[in-house]
């Protein structure tokens, strides 16, 4: 273990060595070169510490650096056998840092040293002396004499590094360039080149027949033979393919651009057989959808010749789709494909998402009250008289049909019994009665709320519930005294379910075609003899126009119904208070409020799509953990899911530490593997 940690610190140690001589270690010095304080140095270092390398170059060079936190290095190699001087020492920093990714702004006395990516944003200085070459960063003004500076601006942007900087000021008609010194001098050197008087004239070629794009591949194999003096002279015209409209733009002289005109009207005429046939990438759109609408837009569309070359022009027309790379593929003249190309483009968008969230929401509650007495009087050989209710409860004939069998057949119902009677001297129950007495109360408070994501204009559904089988039909079969029955069923889907198209109607608006359904599973229904399960079903179908997150209202229902029902012996039941024994009194109260709403959102770009999803995921992640007495936060499950949603993908947790010692015992490859893989962060 020893040895690994001196091989890795022996291995990060930054090694610098500028050496001439023996006698020392870092640098040498020496009059070999004549400098402003006689002084040279001999630079070869590998594998160095970019910080070590600034501290040598500003001791060499006399500079004051301020180095920016993030400029890091750890392998910068300079080979070099030739003594340099001071200023040769600081071209050679310069190079060593842009090789890196970084730059030197001069800054009054001091240095910075920045990321290059940041660096026309820190002061560069403006010169325009001729005299400054090598990697210094720049920013230099560069007038324009002849050229718009417009069009060399597209020109020479690829030139440029990412990190530099290129901009026109066409009232100026000039330049502004922020980049290396160096390259500065090239770019000017182009310019020379391309400003001149007799290369401004620009002249636009419509083609009829060809296609810009493939013509100008031919013309430019053509012009570099003949548009200079010379073979070994650039050429004195540019071509650009404008295929938006299919057309050549060429810019140069008079002669070059009379030679490109009369090459143009050579080649520009009417294909005797076959066609163009190009295969187009859809991103967005689905290729097929795709195919069937340029089909129908060509069958209906004109060629330029008129309309009575219609028939002709689609005749001549293949679109077929591959759905396995979502591509067209279109045979067609040039000029028809520019324009079917054209269409292509603006039907291969990227859709806007949409987020549609439906929230049911369901307050009710069911208040009953029931109150009722029965009795009986008389003896079985003179007669009996009583009275009877078997709305709830227990009836009297329950309890006389129990006294008469012996056997306690009846139970109690719910709420409160109370009764009560007298025996007569032979036993016989002379009178008897009972009260019974029920209050229930019931309350619901019930939200729902599914979420939805899809497509402009992509119809989307989503179901959650039970699957629910019903009696369809049943037949029995009787042979050899065996009794076979059969009984088919048909599932159906109970739950919520929610089917939403959206359709957007502008920048923030969204039309919705909705289909909500909430249904159930119910119990017994009094009055209703079913033969099978019984369900609710509560369903809007409608068609909204909403705003981007705004909350509407679907519909609903509120409910309130009230049901009293009386049973009375007639005209007994009827007397003032002593009616109460001759009646049975049932009360039952339900209230439903039931609303449904919706608020759609549209996610525009990708940025709204993360926040979203980690919107959603720290919803359910802060069910895991509650807060105890003292204000702390405390996990309640063993297990939590992770704390970011994007780690639900990164695959297993770590084997560990005891796992990997336990299979390098058993297997040696193993063993190797974990060694290999403990090792890996220290070559790091």
């Known amino acids: 273990m020893a040895t690994k940690v001196v091989a890795t ?15 020392s270690p870092l640098w040498s010095e020496t009059v070999a070169q004549p400098a402003a304080d006689g002084k040279t140095w001999t630079v070869n270092i590998r594998n160095a510490d970019l910080q070590a390398f600034i501290t040598q170059v500003a ?4 500079k004051s650096f301020v180095v920016d936190p993030r400029v890091r290095s750890r392998d910068v190699t300079v080979i070099s056998r030739q003594a340099l001087s001071a200023e040769e020492v600081y071209e050679l920093f310069l190079s060593v840092l842009q090789v890196h990714g970084y730059a030197a702004v001069p800054a009054g006395d001091v240095v910075k040293i920045v990321n290059n990516t940041t660096a026309k944003q820190s002061n560069l200085p403006l010169t325009q002396s ?24 597209p020109v020479l942007r690829p030139l440029v590094p990412q990190y530099g900087h290129l901009a026109s000021v066409s009232s ?10 160096d390259n500065i001098v090239r770019m000017e050197a182009i310019l020379a080149l391309l400003d001149n008087a007799d290369s401004q004239e620009v002249e636009m070629i ?28 650039p050429s004195s015209v540019t071509l650009v393919a404008d295929e938006r409209t299919n057309r050549l733009i060429v ?21 005797d057989q076959g ?72 039907l291969d968008v990227r859709r806007a998402q949409i987020l549609i969230e439906a929230a049911i929401v369901e307050v009710g509650g069911d208040n009953g009250l029931n109150l009722g007495f029965q009795w009986a009087a008389g003896d079985p050989e003179t007669g009996v008289g009583g009275v009877n209710f078997s709305n709830f409860g227990i009836s009297l004939n329950d309890v006389i049909g129990s006294a008469i069998s012996g056997q306690p057949t009846t139970t109690l119902g719910d709420g409160v019994t109370i009764g009560g009677g007298e025996l007569g001297s032979d036993g016989n129950l002379r009178w008897g009665g009972f009260l019974q007495a029920l209050a229930s109360s019931k309350a619901v408070n019930l939200l729902s709320t599914p979420s939805i994501t899809t497509l402009d204009n992509q119809e989307a559904s989503i179901i959650v519930g039970q699957n629910v089988p019903f009696v369809t039909g049943q037949s029995t079969s009787a042979s050899a005294g065996v009794t076979n029955p059969f009984t088919t069923i048909q599932r159906e889907d109970v739950g919520i379910t929610l089917k939403v198209t959206p359709h957007l109607a502008g920048p923030n608006s969204v039309r919705l075609v909705l289909e909500q359904e909430v249904s159930a599973v119910e119990g017994s229904v009094t009055g209703v003899n079913a033969a099978d399960i019984i369900t609710s079903k509560r369903s809007i179908n409608t068609t909204v126009l909403a705003d981007n997150m705004e909350t509407v209202v679907l519909g609903g229902l509120i409910r309130d119904d009230n049901e009293k029902t009386v049973r009375k012996v007639p005209i007994l039941g009827s007397i003032p208070v002593l009616g109460v024994l001759f009646r049975s009194t049932s009360t039952q109260r339900v209230k439903r409020n039931l609303m449904v709403f919706l608020r759609p959102t549209i996610i525009s770009d990708r940025g709204d799509n993360v926040s979203i999803a980690r919107q959603r995921y720290l919803g359910i992640t802060t069910l895991q953990f509650r807060v105890d007495d003292d204000g702390e936060l405390k996990r309640t499950t063993r297990d939590p899911l992770p704390a970011d949603v994007d780690q639900l993908f990164e695959g297993r947790r770590p084997v560990p530490e005891e796992m990997k010692h336990w299979l390098g015992n058993r297997h040696p490859s193993a063993d190797m593997s974990a060694e290999g893989e403990e090792s890996e962060p220290e070559s790091e």
């Open 130 to 153: 001729r005299n400054i070459k090598g990697e210094e960063l720049i920013t230099r003004v560069i007038p324009v004499l002849n050229s718009p500076v417009d069009e060399l601006v």
């Open 275 to 346: 066609s163009g046939v190009q295969v187009i990438r859809l991103a967005n759109a689905d290729a097929k959808t795709t195919a069937e609408l340029l089909k129908s837009f060509v069958d209906g569309a004109a060629p330029a010749g008129g309309a009575d070359k219609a028939p002709a022009a689609a005749g001549k027309v293949s679109i077929q789709a591959d759905e396995s790379l979502n591509a067209l593929i279109i045979r067609a003249e040039p000029a028809l494909m520019n324009e079917l190309r054209n269409v292509i483009a603006q």
């Open 9 to 23: 610190i022996v291995k990060r140690v930054t090694v610098l060595v500028l050496m001439v001589s023996l006698s």
């Open 59 to 62: 001791e060499m060079t006399g």
């Open 206 to 233: 419509p083609l009829e027949h060809a296609w810009a794009a493939d013509l100008i591949k031919v013309l430019e194999n053509l012009i570099p033979e003949r548009g200079g003096k010379r073979k070994d002279q």
């Open 172 to 181: 100026a008609n000039a330049l502004i360039i922020s980049d290396h010194a």
């Open 251 to 271: 810019k140069g002289d008079r002669e070059a651009r009379d030679r490109v005109r009369s090459l143009v009207m050579e080649m520009d005429v009417p294909q």
